[in-house]
T-cell receptor
Framework: DGGITQSPKYLFRKEGQNVTLSCEQNLNHDAMYWYRQDPGQGLRLIYYSQIVNDFQKGDIAEGYSVSREKKESFPLTVTSAQKNPTAFYLC?????????????FGDGTRLSIL | GQQLNQSPQSMFIQEGEDVSMNCTSSSIFNTWLWYKQDPGEGPVLLIALYKAGELTSNGRLTAQFGITRKDSFLNISASIPSDVGIYFCAAGRGGGADGLTFGKGTHLIIQP
């Protein structure tokens, strides 16, 4: 079945450690996105990518990094510079056409600090 | 950034009641989307609206794209227990991958 797969489901980070969240899609979508969700805050955009080897900062990119080496994959690294990383992280993908295509979401990764 | 004002923030209703929630903005958008999120899962698309004035149904759900292009509402008729969750509106201006703005969600709780 086509879809978006995020892993792991739960992740724990120690102080000063970088961690990488995986996102893979087999929908042949052009664009991919990373969002952070905190209770009562809705979804905030971290990074997005329209094509391979290109990505743009969203509203809260500080302390995060991404890569887009393959169309299917858009991993997110939460660096030690992100001082408040505890949150639910959602990856999404969409087609790119002349109008906003719906974004389809994975099931998220919950990151906690040890 | 741009903001969508989604209300109410939460709703406590009884099974069988109808539900109405809305999303407003001071800016014009060309696309309105409604999502539902269950605990611990990603949002799932419910309805997509692309034309001002458009009224679209998906089972017991009905959503409308406001004629001013600055608002949208979602109605749920005859609520059932599996309707519990958080409902998000999202809006975009078209084309670019950065185009969607999300509301903060309406938390729907159904009392027995």
């Amino acid at each position: 079945d086509g879809g978006i797969t995020q892993s792991p489901k739960y992740l724990f980070r120690k102080e000063g450690q970088n961690v990488t969240l995986s996102c893979e899609q087999n929908l042949n979508h052009d664009a991919m996105y990373w969002y952070r969700q905190d209770p009562g805050q809705g979804l905030r955009l971290i990074y997005y990518s329209q094509i391979v080897n290109d990505f743009q900062k969203g509203d809260i990119a500080e302390g995060y990094s991404v890569s887009r080496e393959k169309k299917e994959s858009f991993p997110l690294t939460v660096t030690s510079a992100q001082k408040n990383p505890t949150a639910f992280y959602l990856c999404a993908s969409s087609l790119l056409t002349g109008r906003n295509q719906p974004q389809h979401f994975g099931d998220g990764t919950r990151l906690s600090i040890l | 950034g741009q903001q969508l004002n989604q209300s109410p923030q939460s709703m406590f209703i009884q099974e069988g009641e109808d539900v109405s929630m809305n999303c407003t903005s001071s800016s014009i958008f060309n696309t309105w989307l409604w999502y539902k999120q269950d605990p611990g899962e990603g949002p799932v698309l419910l309805i997509a609206l692309y034309k001002a004035g458009e009224l679209t149904s998906n089972g017991r759900l009905t959503a409308q794209f406001g004629i001013t292009r600055k608002d949208s509402f979602l109605n749920i008729s005859a609520s059932i227990p599996s309707d519990v969750g958080i409902y998000f509106c999202a809006a975009g201006r078209g084309g670019g991958a950065d185009g969607l703005t999300f509301g903060k969600g309406t938390h729907l709780i159904i009392q027995p």
